[in-house]
T-cell receptor, first 114, second 112 residues
Framework: DAGVTQSPTHLIKTRGQQVTLRCSPK?????VSWYQQALGQGPQFIFQ???????QRGNFPDRFSGHQFPNYSSELNVNALLLGDSALYLC?????????????FGPGTRLTVL | GDSVTQMEGPVTLSEEAFLTINCTYT??????LFWYVQYPGEGLQLLLK?????DKGSNKGFEATYRKETTSFHLEKGSVQVSDSAVYFC???????????FGTGTRLTVIP
């Protein structure tokens, strides 16, 4: 079992650009959540996708958007990048039918905005 | 709003020392509480959890007890190993839908 995988591992962009990050959930999982982890901070919840719809959203602007595909994989898109968007972006997946708390995290994508 | 306050690090201990990492929380209602660990170059891993008051979560020699009266969930281990070196995050889930709210993390380094 490959677990949760994310791509790319690292990414460098400039201010104003757009970026797309990708996540493949653990086998059998159908719910994907995205988190932003700034340097030296704990992860912050961005949003959660289930059945190809955004189900919950944290306190992030509309520049952050996402998508879930029929195979449960997910993308995180960030438009009009700001320096403050530099962070580690974590994807987490779980199976809705099991206990609510068995959530598995990927290794993250490190985004640097110059 | 919800918040999690963790003991500031970094924490450096000698092998076999006793570990305590303090965590207190502010939340309405009765959240579920978690400790996650982040090893270098790896994703966050669930270490232990507790879903109601007085529950004790335990795993790999680590323990934490959900104390509603003190709104705390302190992490303890009786004898740390070098392999325990990592960043530890306390987190809560208020909604029950795995929308986790994390503390800022505590970096632990264990020296031989």
């Amino acid at each position: 079992d490959a677990g949760v995988t994310q791509s790319p591992t690292h990414l460098i962009k400039t201010r104003g650009q757009q970026v797309t990050l990708r996540c493949s959930p653990k086998s059998g999982h159908d719910t994907v959540s995205w988190y932003q982890q700034a340097l030296g901070q704990g992860p912050q919840f961005i949003f959660q996708y289930y059945e190809e719809e955004e189900r919950q959203r944290g306190n992030f602007p509309d520049r952050f958007s996402g998508h879930q595909f029929p195979n449960y994989s997910s993308e995180l898109n960030v438009n009009a990048l700001l320096l403050g968007d530099s962070a580690l972006y974590l994807c987490a997946s779980r199976y809705t039918g099991q206990g609510l708390y068995e959530q598995f995290f990927g290794p993250g994508t490190r985004l640097t905005v110059l | 709003g919800d918040s999690v306050t963790q003991m500031e690090g970094p924490v450096t201990l000698s092998e076999e020392a006793f570990l305590t990492i303090n965590c207190t929380y502010t939340a309405t209602g009765y959240p579920s509480l978690f400790w996650y660990v982040q090893y270098p170059g790896e994703g966050l891993q669930l270490l232990l959890k507790a879903t109601k008051a007085d529950d004790k979560g335990s795993n790999k020699g680590f323990e934490a007890t959900y104390r509603k009266e003190t709104t705390s969930f302190h992490l303890e281990k009786g004898s740390v190993q070098v392999s325990d070196s990592a960043v530890y995050f306390c987190a809560l889930d208020q909604t029950g839908a795995n929308n986790l709210f994390f503390g800022t993390g505590t970096r632990l380094t264990v020296i031989p």
